[in-house]
């Protein structure tokens, strides 16, 4: 059975699964991101992100270690809290008034002297115990955890890369695809994560939104002989520019170690690439079983052409649902 008839309905199949269970949570898969810097010694304050879909009236609250106490300026709290001793082995916890999201929870306690602690929690965990020392494998660990996350979370890039490997088709064309998928992305989310690139993040997300539209559209041409078929390896590299500059702003929202820059932003692409891996793995590992189940159908050449249609429109139908939103958002 050839390999263009088998990802047809991998595809088909992902898209339903993955599709429109996506339709509003693009990327609302992002950890929530606790931030402890230390300004003055032993003075603290605190930074977090919650993901958009958490409900206003269930925002979390830091549950700060017992050693901690709120400042306060003439009677009124200023925000800052003053911690007596260090807070190596002491414990921070998050706690949602109402229910837990089921969120993954990514600490950061920057200190004072230099250096960082961080830690990337499960949905299932809440409370993280200040390390002694900052390891390199914790490091290492933490962060592509977070790559992994991310990607998998990303129900956009994933739909990208679903229609690219819909396009490819062919093993090889599907490796040089890919390839070029990664490396650019792996350039601009270098860039931007590192301050060489300054771009809006808003347009990004929404040209993210557009390219996915722009595949649905080829796929559903179903004309084989135009440039985005003939030349795959082109449109994933072009896109694949932006698709960074979107995995930089969910890095940027948690940052970079300090004095493990490189190391972090290395292992936190190592992670995309893992998940992107995971992904890929499952889509030929679908379309081997599918091979196999249907054999006879898939050799149909009306079928298969139905079945690109379908895809299409399961691929572009919420791809068009986050272009108009997100260009709504940041024009509004």
């Not at 390896?233 to 702003?249: C, R, Y």
Request: with cysteine; glycine share 8%.
């Amino acid at each position: 059975m050839k390999w263009s008839a088998r990802i047809v309905w991998a595809s088909l199949v992902l898209s339903v699964l993955a599709g429109w269970s996506a339709v509003a949570i693009a990327h609302d898969a992002r950890p929530v991101a606790v931030t402890i810097t230390e300004t003055l010694p032993g003075l603290y304050r605190l930074s977090m992100l919650v993901p958009p879909t958490v409900d206003p009236a269930n925002l979390p609250d830091l549950v700060w270690p017992s050693n901690c106490a709120s400042m306060q300026q003439n009677g009124v709290i200023d925000g800052a809290m003053r911690c007596d001793g260090e807070l190596a082995g002491r414990q921070f916890s998050l706690h949602f008034p109402q229910f837990n999201p089921s969120l993954g929870i990514f600490f950061r306690l920057d200190r004072l002297e230099g250096g960082s602690a961080t830690a990337m929690l499960a949905p299932t965990v809440a409370a993280w115990t200040v390390p002694e020392v900052m390891t390199t494998a914790t490091v290492i660990k933490d962060y592509t955890r977070l790559g992994v996350e991310h990607i998998i979370g990303g129900y956009d890039h994933l739909l990208f890369v679903l229609g690219l490997l819909l396009i490819a088709r062919t093993a090889r064309r599907i490796l040089l695809t890919v390839t070029g998928f990664t490396l650019a992305h792996s350039i601009t989310l270098s860039l931007s994560a590192l301050g060489y690139m300054r771009v809006p993040i808003a347009p990004v997300e929404a040209t993210i939104a557009l390219s996915i539209v722009f595949l649905a559209h080829e796929i559903s041409r179903q004309q084989h002989d135009s440039l985005t078929y003939r030349f795959p390896l082109l449109v994933s590299f072009s896109f694949g520019l932006l698709h960074g500059l979107g995995f930089a702003s969910a890095l940027g929202e948690i940052g970079l170690v300090s004095g493990e820059a490189l190391l972090s932003l290395l292992f936190f692409n190592v992670g995309v690439e893992l998940g992107q891996l995971m992904f890929i793995v499952a889509v030929i590992c679908l379309a081997l079983f599918v091979g196999r189940l249907l054999p006879a159908v898939l050799d149909s050449q009306y079928v298969r052409r139905c079945t690109d249609l379908a895809t299409a429109y399961l691929i572009g139908i919420p791809s068009a649902y986050w272009l108009i939103e997100r260009v709504w958002q940041f024009s509004s």
